[in-house]
């Protein structure tokens, strides 16, 4: 049979969502095919879409996907050879892969949608903006999951919170792991379906994206995104002053700390490591009390980069758009010495 190389490589690439590095369930590190479709599934997150392929077997998936990202051919002759090998011919070349004959992949696990609801784009780009605050820590379950509400999506971990008020086919909340989620927001997914385990999304090209969801109670996060402050409007140069602070402040052991000082009109930012210091002052729209905290730089760049406008206390930065709202923790330390 013969195929478009591309087109088989795309498809190829929109399944690499369920695959996993390491085997713990039988052939989730594989394509798998079966029935004109390729498959995979990692316990957390199960692809399914159609090819352009009639055969019945798994082979790696990293092999195959590193080998046909290197051809130049537009198209390829494929076939199941005398070795039990899947043969790609192209013009002058040729490589096989080795296939498992059988389909161990436990995919069947995942129950089938019936029934698909339209799913709005503002889904989507929600849940790219609650991505930011997913933990990664494994040992805080809650915190690695997107808080999936009628009414909002949420995610928090520990120090910042981002909630996007969105409506969402959905009537009791559920929870679905950050890292579960993530390849839904460049899938150009339209459709959106539930069953008791899973949430399944699906797009115009066919694919079905399913996650694993979760019914535990996940903590009420309305008494954290009040903020009582003063306004502070940062100037898009702050982004660039904290990459110069982070030179020094990722050079010190442990997590990357920049200090900032906030003063009437004006923001100080400095780190400091091993290797030396970096200060550097700002000005800024702000008429409230003076206020001294450490946050991470990154942090600071992302604030400033995307959130402008916004409130402060002694004790946490919100900002706030017309649907979503944004609050992070700043961490305290004793006062430092004003800015010239």
Known sequence: MKIDREKFLNDLLAVKAGLSPRE???????????DRHVMTFNDEVACRKEVDLD??????ATTL?????????????????????LEFKGKRKAFGVTKDAEVFLPIDKVEVPKKWKKLEKEFTEAVGLT???VSEDESKFLLTCVNIHPDYIEACDNLQ????????????????????IAPITSLGMDKISFTKSWVHFKNHDGLILSCRSYAEDYPTLDKLIEVDGNSLILPKGVK???????????????????????????????????????????EVTYEGPEIDFV???????????????????????KAEGANWVYVT????????????
């Open 161 to 180: 919170i981002m909630r996007c008020r969105v409506s969402s086919p959905i009537e009791e909340a559920i929870l679905v792991r950050g890292t579960s």
């Open 295 to 317: 946050i991470r730089p990154q942090l600071l760049q992302h604030i400033s980069e995307n959130y402008a406008e916004a409130t402060i206390s002694d004790r946490k930065l």
């Open 24 to 34: 713990f369930i039988e052939q989730s590190s594989c394509f798998v095919f079966q």
């Open 240 to 282: 660039d002053a904290s990459a110069r602070a982070a030179v020094f402040a990722e050079d010190r052991s442990g997590d990357p700390y920049m200090n900032v000082s906030l003063r009437k009109g004006k923001i100080r930012l400095a780190g400091q490591g091993l290797t030396g210091w970096y200060r550097e002052v700002k």
């Open 329 to 340: 923790v700043l961490g305290i330390v004793g006062a430092a010495s004003d800015s010239e």
């Open 55 to 60: 055969v019945t077997g798994a082979v790696q």
């Open 65 to 85: 996907l590193e080998i046909l990202e290197k051809m130049d051919d537009k198209h390829l002759e494929v076939m199941e050879n005398d070795e039990g090998e």
């Open 131 to 133: 991505l930011k605050c």
